[in-house]
């Protein structure tokens, strides 16, 4: 404790891990992805006491892909009982890729956690089955725990990602065939790729996702989003689950609960202080930004804090 955060700081942070770059590779599995300038590096910090950071590229718009696999799991809390959720997905670290089928074919299509390629297409299907608009829903809840009116989907990379959709469509029949999967596959497809396609800065994202710093609650809001309870439950599977396979070795490293995506962001979580958001294209051979990572580790260390 003690240490007083700043820009001086975060800038400061950025500028040491820049020789990093270079050391990863952007994601190439879509064109839309593939095009993004690797040499990008972001960094913002909302404090659940109102105090906003920023530093580098943080207020550029990027693809927050499977960063959204927590918003979607949220907004299921909002509509499904526990039982109801954790009958059809599980709450373990998978210890393998995020698109992997490998598991699921032994585990009766049941996926590990909702922070897997399976897993949230799962909970996909459930909010097609209990949402009139699920992909309006998204934007209403995102807009509103930002303050900013006009976050939306990136259709290109819809598009794209829909156009090479290959994998998670097996993911999804793979499911259905044992039962665990009951809408239209193809409109499930299209609402988990709009949520991927997510543009967001990560000021924005630091904004959004300070609810979790806040036992579920936003501190501009009076209403919580979910429950002290469930916001502690969601933390804990970020933690265990949210940067795949390398899960244990970020644990190691940086001692937060956090959420990865391909576009190169990763939204950590300071439980009762702040939620940080980070930017840097190029990933590591796991799907998690190689620069963002290494921002994160330096950050927790001068800041003195891990959940651990
Ligand atoms: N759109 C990506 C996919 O479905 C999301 C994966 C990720 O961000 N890890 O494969």
């Known amino acids: ?17 820049t020789p990093l770059i270079g050391q990863g590779r952007v994601a190439d599995y879509i064109p839309a992805l593939a095009c993004v300038d690797g040499a990008k590096l972001g960094i913002a910090i909302s404090t659940v006491d109102g105090q906003h950071y920023c530093a580098g590229d943080a207020r550029e718009r990027f693809s927050i892909q499977s960063i959204s696999k927590v918003l979607s799991l949220v907004v299921a809390m909002n509509h499904y009982q526990e039982e109801e959720i954790w009958q059809r997905v599980g709450k373990d670290p998978s210890g393998q890729p995020f698109n992997s089928l490998l598991q699921l074919e032994i585990e009766q299509g049941k996926p590990r956690n909702p922070f897997i390629n399976a897993g949230a297409l799962v909970v996909c299907d459930m909010l097609q ?24 989907y990136d259709a ?125 294209p190029q990933l590591d051979e796991a799907g998690n930004s190689l620069a963002g990572i290494a921002v994160l580790e330096r950050l927790t260390q001068r800041l003195g804090r891990s959940v651990f």
């Open 156 to 280: 290109v990379v819809a598009r794209s990602e829909f156009d090479h959709s290959a994998r998670n469509a097996a993911i999804a029949w793979l499911m259905k065939s044992f039962g665990n999967f009951h809408n239209d596959v193809a409109t499930v497809l299209q609402n988990y790729f709009h949520y991927c396609a997510l543009k967001m800065s990560c000021s924005e994202l630091a904004q959004t996702f300070l609810f979790l710093a806040n036992q579920g609650r936003s501190p501009r809001h009076e209403q919580a989003i979910i429950t002290p309870l469930q916001s502690r439950q969601v933390n804990a599977l970020m933690a265990t689950c949210g940067m795949y396979q390398n899960a244990g070795e970020f644990a190691w490293r940086v001692g937060l609960p956090a959420k990865s995506g391909v576009g190169g962001g990763i939204v950590a979580i300071v439980p009762h202080e702040m939620a940080i958001a980070v930017w840097s």
């Open 1 to 17: 404790m003690g240490t007083v955060i700043d820009n001086a700081m975060l800038e400061a942070i950025l500028a040491e891990v």
């Open 129 to 152: 089955s209990r949402l009139s608009a699920p992909r309006q829903r998204m934007l209403e809840i995102i807009r509103k725990l930002s303050g900013v009116g006009d976050i939306a």
